[in-house]
């Protein structure tokens, strides 16, 4: 995901934003600069839930999720809390799924929003009936077979009695490809308008559920067939349908099902700012990601920690590191402390693992010890036994409510254990549909990047939801002390990593 910044949000103020029709890289530049910088989101269930769990945590975030036949806010209530968010100085972003002109409403809120003297901008978004079309390998438009493209809406507004869209005009017109929006729960009245009309009952025609998600469902029909197919294999909404002869170059173009994690729903309870090159790589994949940080990391302030570091004298003297959170955090308050990178020259240093130190040699700095396997027990295990340490000094820098294992492997060392704290976990607890979005369409595999992340999981959710989301999921475990922390709440796992990092998981 491209990563922005942007501090010119302006106050009393909303953005329309389209956030695209599933995958969350469909985001454009604008619109995730305005979503980054803005002080209070609201935002539909068909925003993806990356984007939220992303987002600053100082950002708020006002859920106001919509389904077809269910309604948590209505439209009037979406309108004042805008108005309210705006009127307290903020900058408000609208983020809607797909574009917000297309079917989305977004004119009746740019209305609404001049009429009550907000002022605002609309940031398009990518609309499902390109995009959809686009990762099923269907083209819109073809030189030979289709010159034009009908965005129709198959789902009438409740204050019309009937449908103001001509299917009869449609049906005759010919050479051009129709993309029906909104149409499930009207296909049967649409396809019998269609064909009465003149279209042939033979004219080629795809269904697309879920399109641009991993998980996206295709199926190729001819007109005639549609209701069928949809009361036969269960379709339900978010639907496309695509009508006309470029649905028979699918076969040629389709791309997106090749992906080796395709169709496989991934769980990550990992914080979510180290996770999101995670998201990305499992994305890359082919996988639906399917966050929900079950803790989330903030920057730790400990002047007496500090305090002791700056008095260190020994000439054996060590940094130990048992994770690139604490790296990160480390380094930038040390770097915001002292400005000087040369004051850790004296110091010999130890990483958990390679990806520790990786991120240790992005700062220029490189690991003298590695353990052969990456624990904590380890790591405390083989420096005792590998390396001279009497009368060292050694500053284990944690994580607040890290446990003390490695403190007790080195107590009868004769070294003089320094703890450093530099950040602090905690449990969030989610509302805004991302709970609701798991039971939808429950996980294939759930990633434990930690002992927190499991312990965080029964914070947020009942043990009937769990083992309802375990009940058919693989448990995949970053390492020996994850995996003892799920087995004592009573969790199996499927795979541990080797070696313990998140590379290998």
Same mark, same amino acid.
């Given at each position: 995901m491209v990563e922005v910044k942007n501090n010119n949000s302006r106050k009393g103020f909303v953005y329309l934003i389209g956030a695209g029709p599933g995958d969350p890289g469909l985001i454009t530049v604008k619109g995730m600069l305005a979503l980054k910088s803005c002080d209070a989101v609201i935002y539909d269930n068909l925003v993806p839930s990356e984007l939220i769990v992303t987002l600053p945590t100082n950002i708020e975030r006002h859920y106001v999720g919509k389904k077809a036949g269910r309604q948590c806010c209505s439209q009037d209530e979406i309108n004042q809390l805008m108005i309210q968010l705006a009127g307290d100085n903020k900058s408000v972003v609208r983020l809607k799924g797909s574009d917000p002109l297309i079917f989305g409403r977004g004119g009746e809120e740019a209305k609404f929003l001049r009429q009550n003297n907000i002022n605002f901008e609309i940031i398009p978004g990518v609309t499902a009936g390109v995009a959809v079309p686009a990762y099923s390998g269907i083209p819109c438009t073809d030189r030979n077979l289709a010159s034009f493209v009908m965005f129709v809406t198959g789902h009438k507004a409740r204050e019309k009695k009937y449908s103001t869209?001509?299917?009869?005009?449609?049906? +005759?017109?010919? /050479? %051009?490809?129709?993309?029906i929006y909104m149409g499930v729960g009207e296909i @049967?009245?649409?396809? /019998? +308008?269609?064909?009465?009309?003149?279209?042939?009952p033979d004219m080629p025609a795809a269904i697309i559920e879920r399109g641009t998600f991993p998980t996206q469902r295709y199926v190729a029909s001819k007109l005639s067939d549609l209701p069928n197919e949809v009361k036969e294999k269960g379709v339900k909404p978010p639907a496309l349908f695509i009508i006309g002869e470029v649905v028979t170059l699918q076969p040629w173009l389709e791309w997106f099902k090749d992906k080796p994690l395709i169709g496989i729903r991934v769980m990550v309870t990992r914080a979510a700012a180290p996770a999101q090159k995670i998201y990305e790589?499992?994305?890359?994949l082919g996988a639906e990601v399917l966050p929900y940080p079950t803790i989330e990391i903030e920057e730790y302030l400990d002047p007496s920690g500090w305090n002791s570091f700056d008095k260190i004298k020994s000439d054996n003297k060590w940094l130990i590191f048992t994770s690139e959170t604490g790296v990160r955090f480390f380094m930038k308050q040390f770097l915001e402390q002292s400005g000087d990178i040369r004051r850790l020259g004296g110091f010999k240093i130890a990483a958990i693992g390679k990806a520790t130190a990786a991120d240790l040699q992005k700062y220029g700095l490189k690991a003298d010890f590695i353990p052969e396997k990456s624990?904590?027990?380890?790591? %405390?295990q083989e420096m005792k036994e590998k390396l001279d340490l009497k009368n060292s000094e050694i500053v284990r820098v944690r994580g607040a409510l890290a446990i003390k294992t490695i403190e007790d492997e080195l107590i009868n060392t004769g070294a003089e254990v320094i703890p450093l704290t530099v950040y602090n976990t905690y449990f969030p607890l989610w509302s805004g549909g991302l709970? @609701? +979005?798991?039971?939808?369409?429950?996980?294939?595999?759930?990633?434990?990047?930690? %002992?927190?992340?499991?312990? %965080?999981?029964? +914070?947020?959710?009942?043990k009937d939801d769990i083992k309802t989301l375990v009940s058919g999921a693989a448990i995949y475990s970053i390492g020996p002390s994850t995996s003892a922390i799920l087995k004592k709440f009573g969790i199996q796992v499927t795979v541990e990593a080797s070696p313990h990092n998140m590379t290998a998981l």
């Amino acid at each position: 995901m491209v990563e922005v910044k942007n501090n010119n949000s302006r106050k009393g103020f909303v953005y329309l934003i389209g956030a695209g029709p599933g995958d969350p890289g469909l985001i454009t530049v604008k619109g995730m600069l305005a979503l980054k910088s803005c002080d209070a989101v609201i935002y539909d269930n068909l925003v993806p839930s990356e984007l939220i769990v992303t987002l600053p945590t100082n950002i708020e975030r006002h859920y106001v999720g919509k389904k077809a036949g269910r309604q948590c806010c209505s439209q009037d209530e979406i309108n004042q809390l805008m108005i309210q968010l705006a009127g307290d100085n903020k900058s408000v972003v609208r983020l809607k799924g797909s574009d917000p002109l297309i079917f989305g409403r977004g004119g009746e809120e740019a209305k609404f929003l001049r009429q009550n003297n907000i002022n605002f901008e609309i940031i398009p978004g990518v609309t499902a009936g390109v995009a959809v079309p686009a990762y099923s390998g269907i083209p819109c438009t073809d030189r030979n077979l289709a010159s034009f493209v009908m965005f129709v809406t198959g789902h009438k507004a409740r204050e019309k009695k009937y449908s103001t869209v001509p299917w009869e005009w449609i049906g +005759k017109a010919e /050479g %051009g490809t129709i993309v029906i929006y909104m149409g499930v729960g009207e296909i @049967e009245n649409i396809v /019998g +308008k269609l064909i009465s009309s003149g279209m042939s009952p033979d004219m080629p025609a795809a269904i697309i559920e879920r399109g641009t998600f991993p998980t996206q469902r295709y199926v190729a029909s001819k007109l005639s067939d549609l209701p069928n197919e949809v009361k036969e294999k269960g379709v339900k909404p978010p639907a496309l349908f695509i009508i006309g002869e470029v649905v028979t170059l699918q076969p040629w173009l389709e791309w997106f099902k090749d992906k080796p994690l395709i169709g496989i729903r991934v769980m990550v309870t990992r914080a979510a700012a180290p996770a999101q090159k995670i998201y990305e790589n499992l994305r890359e994949l082919g996988a639906e990601v399917l966050p929900y940080p079950t803790i989330e990391i903030e920057e730790y302030l400990d002047p007496s920690g500090w305090n002791s570091f700056d008095k260190i004298k020994s000439d054996n003297k060590w940094l130990i590191f048992t994770s690139e959170t604490g790296v990160r955090f480390f380094m930038k308050q040390f770097l915001e402390q002292s400005g000087d990178i040369r004051r850790l020259g004296g110091f010999k240093i130890a990483a958990i693992g390679k990806a520790t130190a990786a991120d240790l040699q992005k700062y220029g700095l490189k690991a003298d010890f590695i353990p052969e396997k990456s624990t904590a027990v380890a790591l %405390g295990q083989e420096m005792k036994e590998k390396l001279d340490l009497k009368n060292s000094e050694i500053v284990r820098v944690r994580g607040a409510l890290a446990i003390k294992t490695i403190e007790d492997e080195l107590i009868n060392t004769g070294a003089e254990v320094i703890p450093l704290t530099v950040y602090n976990t905690y449990f969030p607890l989610w509302s805004g549909g991302l709970k @609701e +979005k798991l039971f939808e369409h429950l996980p294939d595999v759930i990633i434990f990047s930690s %002992g927190s992340t499991v312990k %965080g999981l029964f +914070k947020n959710l009942s043990k009937d939801d769990i083992k309802t989301l375990v009940s058919g999921a693989a448990i995949y475990s970053i390492g020996p002390s994850t995996s003892a922390i799920l087995k004592k709440f009573g969790i199996q796992v499927t795979v541990e990593a080797s070696p313990h990092n998140m590379t290998a998981l």
